[in-house]
Every structure is written in structure tokens, then in C-alpha cells.
T-cell receptor, first 111, second 118 residues
Framework: KQEVTQIPAALSVPEGENLVLNCSFT??????LQWFRQDPGKGLTSLLL?????REQTSGRLNASLDKSSGRSTLYIAASQPGDSATYLC??????????FGKGNQVVVIP | GAVVSQHPSRVICKSGTSVKIECRSL??????MFWYRQFPKKSLMLMAT?????????EQGVEKDKFLINHASLTLSTLTVTSAHPEDSSFYIC??????????????FGEGSRLTVL
């Protein structure tokens, strides 16, 4: 059974600092890994998708890396802003379309 | 990115009534949609996988007669919570995968539906 762990569960940073969010998974046989953002009471917004053959993906201030062999992914958010405050979820997908989610990193960026 | 729309976003109902939640993929076709339930401070729990034109596949412990899923077209899946009880109160989220195009393989989520059963 695939287990996904996200550390830290919660963190607060001052505006302008870089954010580093970690995701680890137990089974390296994955199809892809996706990072999502969730605001309170809202659905999930897809941030970055990394296919199993890729090492990283970038979008604006966001960069996500994937090390499949060690079962790790890291989401970097450069120069954090108060609008980045949210819960960030990591999800690992297997070939049968099933996603395994972590519990999320709850981020607060302090102005 | 692709858009998945859920409706209603919030619903309050009396115990014993049924509630239907719709999930639509607005700009892509999806043979498969997924229904999740989210409890406070918990990760998403997959309830069922909805396949267009066939019966849904339910996860262990999810009552198929309680949570009726219909996937009548490539752009619409519905979840009906039958004879709702207060313990069914939760946040329900659907997701869908694009069949083709730049977003193939990526999962997109609806905005979620907050159900409160009185």
C-alpha cells in the first residue's frame, strides 16, 4: 500500500522567504506525482505535475523535484507572498489512476 | 489548465433526505472521474471511481447503496447521498482526468461540495 508523508505538517514563514515542502512515498512504482494547493473550504488546484520519467517541473516561482528511487519530492516556492498561504498536498498516482495523498503542508506566510 | 466544476458548493439538508452533487468537466472529456471525501485536517479519502457508461467501483467500506454514482456522459458524473444522516456531513470533492491533449494524465479537481445534514 502506498503511503505518502508530508513534512512539516505546518509552518509559518515571513514574507519573502523561500518555502521548502517535503513529500515522501513508500512505493517507487509511480505513474506521476502531482502537487496541489487547497484553500480553506475549497477544492484542489493543480500546481505541478511530474511524470515518473521526469526529475523536476517549474512554473513561475514554483519548482518541484522528484527522486523516484528514494521516494521523495520537494516543492520549492521562491520569495513567498501572503497569497501563498494555503495547504499544499502531494499526491502520488499509480498506473490504475488511483491517487495516494499526503495530509498536506499547511503554510502561513506572514506579511 | 482544465476545469472541473462541482455543484452545489454548499448544501444543507434534513436527515433522511437525498442530495445530489454534480461534477462536470467543462473543457475536456473524462472517461474516469473520482469522488473523494475530506474530513477536517485529514487527507482526501477516495470513495469511488466513476467510469462512463459502466458501474462505479467503490472503495472498501463505502456503501454503494448509500452513495449512488452515475457517470452518464464523458463530461458529467453525479454523486447522490441517499437517506442522509448527520454523520454524512462532510466535504465531497470530485476529480477527472483528461483523455488527451496537453493535460493528459493530470488530475483536475472540482471546487468541492460542503454537505451539512441536520
Amino acid at each position: 500500500k502506498q503511503e505518502v508523508t508530508q513534512i512539516p505538517a505546518a509552518l509559518s514563514v515571513p514574507e519573502g522567504e523561500n518555502l521548502v515542502l517535503n513529500c515522501s512515498f513508500t512505493d517507487s512504482a509511480i505513474y506521476n506525482l502531482q502537487w496541489f494547493r487547497q484553500d480553506p473550504g475549497k477544492g484542489l488546484t493543480s500546481l505541478l505535475l511530474i511524470q515518473s520519467s521526469q526529475r523536476e517541473q517549474t512554473s513561475g516561482r514554483l519548482n518541484a523535484s522528484l527522486d523516484k528511487s528514494s521516494g521523495r519530492s520537494t516543492l520549492y516556492i521562491a520569495a513567498s507572498q501572503p497569497g501563498d498561504s494555503a495547504t499544499y498536498l502531494c499526491a502520488v498516482r499509480r498506473g490504475n489512476n488511483r491517487l495516494a495523498f499526503g495530509k498536506g503542508n499547511q503554510v502561513v506566510v506572514i506579511p | 489548465g482544465a476545469v472541473v466544476s462541482q455543484h452545489p458548493s454548499r448544501v444543507i439538508c434534513k436527515s433522511g433526505t437525498s442530495v445530489k452533487i454534480e461534477c462536470r468537466s467543462l473543457d475536456f472529456q473524462a472517461t474516469t472521474m473520482f469522488w473523494y471525501r475530506q474530513f477536517p485536517k485529514k487527507s482526501l479519502m477516495l470513495m469511488a471511481t466513476s467510469n462512463e457508461g459502466s458501474k462505479a467501483t467503490y472503495e472498501q467500506g463505502v456503501e454503494k447503496d448509500k452513495f449512488l454514482i452515475n457517470h452518464a456522459s464523458l463530461t458529467l458524473s453525479t454523486l447522490t447521498v441517499t437517506s442522509a444522516h448527520p454523520e454524512d456531513s462532510s466535504f465531497y470533492i470530485c476529480s477527472a482526468t483528461a483523455l488527451s491533449g496537453a493535460n493528459t494524465g493530470e488530475l483536475f479537481f472540482g471546487e468541492g461540495s460542503r454537505l451539512t445534514v441536520l
